[in-house]
């Protein structure tokens, strides 16, 4: 279920500038923060996708992707639902392999 937009040489094959971020910060006192491996990740749209997609869901306040380790670190307004998570991630054409 590999739909990934990048080419094998790491490169965006979109030609889409859309490099959404997130910007959002956990203001409440009490937040959870939980770090995913995910698979397919190699460019800046890769990255931006998936936080736009995880950054739609409800109490999620942070995404940070690092594409380099493979890794996704989700804050939220409480514990995730690791399918919930998993199941946008996979709906946007990469894999999460577990929590990291």
Do not use: F, N
Not at 43 to 70: M, R
């Amino acid at each position: 279920m590999s739909s990934s937009c990048c080419s094998t040489d790491g490169t965006c094959s979109t030609g889409t500038a859309d490099q959404a971020t997130a910007t959002a910060t956990a203001t409440a006192t009490e937040s959870a923060t939980t770090t995913y491996a995910v698979s397919g990740m190699t460019c800046g749209h890769c990255k931006a996708t998936l936080t736009k997609v995880i950054g739609a869901l409800d109490g999620v306040t942070g995404v940070d992707v690092d594409l380099d380790t493979g890794r996704v670190t989700v804050t939220s307004a409480a514990e995730p639902d690791d399918a919930v998570i998993a199941e946008v991630v996979d709906e946007a054409g990469y894999e999460l392999t577990g929590r990291a």
